[in-house]
């Protein structure tokens, strides 16, 4: 069932730079893969930033490519499926010392293979509200409120 076309909440707040400054802005894509009334997260692995926390899978988007092939890219990498990219549901902005991240959540409307550990430690298919309970990065934890609100929406009545 497609999502209807709801209009994407974009959050973005002026950040204290230096006049002259520009901050760094990484732009970064995060899938939203539901199977039911469950939504697939991953933990991030030791060694890398933000070790340990759970996230919606995903990453950044390189040179060139428009989010939605990053989004693709990123979950062949992460997750060994190739997906079909859904519309853009959520963007909110967040600021992690110098770098600020746009971070883009996307459904993700069917996926061929079964999701595997290639990048994170676990992965686990959690229902909504239970990701308030789990360690989960800033960026994430500011706009909890709005994200389980995108998944428990219309759109999760189709889901897989």
Do not use: C
């Amino acid at each position: 069932m497609d999502a209807p076309n709801r209009p994407m909440k974009l959050e973005i707040k002026p950040l204290a730079v230096p006049r002259g400054v520009r901050p760094i802005w990484i732009p970064v894509v995060t899938g939203l893969i539901r199977k039911g009334d469950k939504v697939l997260v991953g933990q991030r692995p030791p060694g890398h930033t933000l070790a340990g926390q759970w996230e919606f899978p995903g990453g950044k988007i390189e040179k060139g490519e428009s989010p939605e092939q990053a989004l693709k890219r990123e979950l062949v990498e992460e997750l060994g499926i190739d997906v079909e990219v859904g519309p853009l549901r959520l963007a909110a902005s967040h600021t992690y010392g110098e770098i600020s991240i746009l971070i883009m959540f996307y459904d993700v409307l069917f996926w061929k293979g079964e999701p595997k550990l290639q990048q994170h430690t676990e992965l686990r298919w959690i229902a909504p509200h239970e990701f308030k309970d789990l360690s989960i990065p800033d960026a994430n934890r500011k706009i909890i409120d709005r994200i389980i609100e995108v998944l428990t929406s219309d759109r999760a009545e189709g889901s897989r």
